[in-house]
Nanobody
Framework: QVQLEESGGGLVQAGGSLSLSCAASGSIFSINAMRWYRQAPGKQRELVAELTSGGRTNYADSVKGRFTISRDNAKNRVSLHMNSLRPEDTATYYC???????????????WGQGTQVTVSS
């Protein structure tokens, strides 16, 4: 069974930095894209950053220039490097991946459990 596991969340001061990591394990044939979402209390889950297998990246306007998504293909891992953090970045961050578990499997999305990021004023 495919499993995504996030790590690296915590409490940081405004202006500080934090790096999140997501490791995909289990039966994985190929990964089409990996993403980071976040959800703050009372708000909708939003896409923060995306990295496709072709190397294209997309970022939410609110994090452009501050966050960087990267992927280690050999380890099926994606990271989110967050700089110049702001209190409004406080949220639960979720790893998401579009992948095929086997060559004959359909492409589908998988989600991690989430990791909390809290930025103090």
């Amino acid at each position: 069974q495919v499993q995504l596991e996030e790590s690296g969340g915590g409490l940081v001061q405004a202006g500080g930095s934090l790096s999140l990591s997501c490791a995909a394990s289990g039966s994985i044939f190929s990964i089409n894209a990996m993403r980071w979402y976040r959800q703050a209390p009372g708000k909708q889950r939003e896409l923060v950053a995306e990295l496709t297998s072709g190397g294209r990246t997309n970022y939410a306007d609110s994090v452009k220039g501050r966050f960087t998504i990267s992927r280690d293909n050999a380890k099926n891992r994606v990271s989110l490097h967050m700089n110049s953090l702001r209190p409004e970045d406080t949220a639960t961050y979720y790893c998401n991946a579009d992948l095929r578990a086997t060559m004959s499997s359909a492409l589908r999305g998988y989600w991690g459990q989430g990791t909390q990021v809290t930025v103090s004023s």
